[in-house]
């Protein structure tokens, strides 16, 4: 028999080999070969011819495979967003070649509910469109338009895929799509053990799942005849990853739904600019449940006020919930000295690291390097070391001190640290077995709890004044859905602690500010401009100057982008490598790609489409 050759991309690493086999294979077929002594997992590219080198043999050729369009999705991932295509190809979860197929009968249910004539109209504009946006105030019902349409696609004999942006939605999430669709449905995300992932896609390719809803790595998994992708929240800069490949799960649905040719809903209370000005769009206002709201606005500086402690003791008298939010549950708790007014920071990283009171220790939260709480500061010596600002640990013990008979609960990073502890805390504040809830932005999600009728909302104006041309779009998002927890279904009260009040009563309506951000924006940010970041790091100072330098030399020449900025990263040094950056602004997605393919040097790491430019 003769010896066939192929080019194959190791899934996940930035590796290309030639082997060969006696077996005719496919582009997209997954093979097992073997490097060194360690066995390895790619997929055929192409035939190539003989090398002029020895080729070991290809060792197994698995059942499983990516269809022709995956590959083609891949190719666009390793090109737009700068990573290996074996990188690119390491996202998906392969199909499988043969199936058994499980006899499956899909007699969904009627729905509980019925539509509102607006809520009929939104789902017709939504069918009429390969991709669209559903712009629905908090509340409005746009889970109850997703759902309808998922029927219509499941009864269909189609699946489909139900992003969302954090795990923290998944439970409450999942209790009401297994109501409607039992076992057809699966939740997928990285907290679920390797047993039930293993059962998942089983059922998978049984076809017994019809409906996979998650974070972003739900957008990669193999759904037979895929008819529909729904994008919730999908103004979330959680969609965006912070790893290679540095890709928006929001925008590669959108390339799906061109690929696939099937239809690509975004849905957002406070959706993105880009997404609100490219795309068609149903407006739906008001709220489902006709709960309403009053807004106290409290002059205070990010403190647990009179106002705000007057409104929580009424709020527990009358057997209600509140959430109190915070930016960030750990930039607001550093070591300051009052005597050299230097703060504590990272050996490894140029940030003031963050007070934990309950680990007894400072930690980075860009390193996770800990030290106990030094008793002098480590430049000057004096022991005059005080705390600035506050996190989610300190006011839960001020309301505890305040309130010994409420209930309070975190509701942060630091201890949603499994899916259980998530679920958990999840059902006892739906039970009521809790009282207050405080926490970061995991709080903002689209959670739905019927009882919460105090929102406060601390610190805002620390995401209001970050030196990004996002800071007020964050900012008044961040406002917009946490005010959304409140007054679902009664009368419900929200609590603001700003020095900028003109500023946020002037967009209750999201509307009104995105029409506002558009005009700032024109010529100068997306969506009208793209960005791209390029990072370059090393433990040398120098060689990651002169990388920058270099690759900055090579982009002059370039006519069509522009160079905006360089230089020394905000945070200089991370993890004891020092970074640069140089930032970059378009009209053409393409031009940026070209200019940068042309000009990368060794260290130059690529960030299109940016969700943090500091």
């Known amino acids: 028999m003769q010896k066939k050759y192929y080019e194959i991309a190791i899934a996940s690493k930035p590796l290309k080999f030639t082997y060969y086999s006696y077996k005719d294979l496919k582009e997209g077929d997954l093979v097992e070969i073997k490097i060194k002594s360690k066995i390895y997992k790619g997929y055929i590219l192409k035939k190539t011819t003989k090398p002029d080198f020895e080729c070991k043999e290809i060792e197994n050729i698995t059942d499983f495979y990516l269809p022709n369009d995956y590959i083609e999705i891949a190719k666009f991932i390793s090109t737009y967003y700068f990573c290996s295509i074996g990188e690119a190809l390491g996202l998906f979860v392969p199909f499988k070649k043969i199936k058994k197929i499980k006899e499956n009968s899909f007699n969904l249910q009627p729905s509980t509910f019925n539509l509102s004539i607006k809520q009929e109209e939104a789902l017709n504009f939504l069918k009429l469109h390969q991709t669209s946006l559903l712009f629905g105030d908090t509340g409005s019902g746009k889970t109850e338009i997703y759902i309808e349409y998922f029927k219509e696609i499941i009864n269909s004999g189609k699946s489909a895929i139900f992003l ?21 449905v699966a939740i997928w995300h990285s907290k679920i053990s390797k047993n039930k992932k293993e059962k998942i896609l089983e059922d998978i390719y049984s076809g017994k799942i019809k409906l996979i809803a998650g974070p972003r790595s739900a957008l990669f998994l193999p759904m037979e005849n895929l008819g529909l992708i729904i994008v919730d929240e999908e103004h979330d800069d959680s969609y965006k990853a912070h790893n290679r490949p540095r890709y928006n799960a929001k925008d590669l649905a959108v390339y799906f739904g061109k690929k696939l040719n099937i239809n690509v809903v975004l849905g957002s209370a406070t959706p993105s600019l880009s997404s609100y000005k490219n795309y068609p769009r149903f407006r739906l206002k008001g709220s489902f449940y006709k709960g309403k709201k009053d807004f106290i606005w409290d002059n205070s500086t990010f403190t647990l006020s009179p106002i705000v402690l007057e409104n929580i003791e009424k709020t527990l008298k009358a057997k209600k919930q509140a959430i109190i939010f915070l930016p960030t549950r750990g930039n607001f708790k550093y070591l300051i000295c009052q005597d ?6 990272c050996p490894f990283c140029d940030v003031g690291m963050s007070l934990h009171f309950d680990k007894n220790a400072l930690v980075c939260h860009y390193c996770n390097f800990a030290q106990r709480i030094p008793k002098e500061c480590p ?57 207050i809830l405080v926490g970061t932005q995991m709080l903002s999600k689209g959670h739905d709890y019927p009882d919460v009728s105090l929102s406060v909302i601390l610190g805002i104006d620390y995401i209001l004044n970050m030196a990004d041309f996002r800071a007020r779009e964050r900012a008044v998002n961040l406002f917009i859905q946490i005010a959304g927890r409140s007054g679902r279904k009664e009368e419900g009260k929200v609590i603001i602690q700003t020095k900028n009040r003109d500023f946020f009563e002037k967009y209750l309506d999201f509307e009104d500010f995105i029409k506002d951000e558009l005009k700032f924006r024109e010529d100068f940010y997306p969506p009208f401009k793209r960005l791209a970041l390029i990072n370059f790091s090393h433990k040398n100072r120098e060689f990651a100057k002169e990388n920058m330098q270099n690759m900055l030399n ?17 945070i200089e040094k991370i993890a004891n490598r020092f ?36």
């Open 340 to 345: 050299c007014g230097e703060s504590v920071k």
């Open 379 to 435: 430049k000057c010596h004096s022991p005059n070391l005080q705390t600035c600002r506050i996190g989610t640990t300190e006011i839960k013990e001020e309301l505890e001190k305040i309130f010994p008979e409420a209930k309070i609960e975190k509701f942060d990073k630091d201890v949603i640290t499994t899916q259980k502890k998530l679920e958990k805390i999840l059902k006892e504040f739906s039970q009521k077995k809790i009282d």
């Open 579 to 614: 970074r640069f950056n140089i930032l970059l602004r378009s009209s053409s997605a393409k031009a940026l790609i070209v200019a940068i393919n042309v000009s990368k040097t060794s260290l130059a790491e690529v960030d299109m489409d940016p969700v943090n430019i500091i």
């Open 164 to 184: 969302m942006p954090e795990i923290s939605l998944t439970p409450q999430m999942e209790e009401r799509l297994k109501k409607h669709f039992k076992n057809s």
């Open 554 to 570: 090579s982009l002059k020449k370039f006519k069509d982008i522009e160079i905006v900025g360089f230089g020394e990263a905000p």
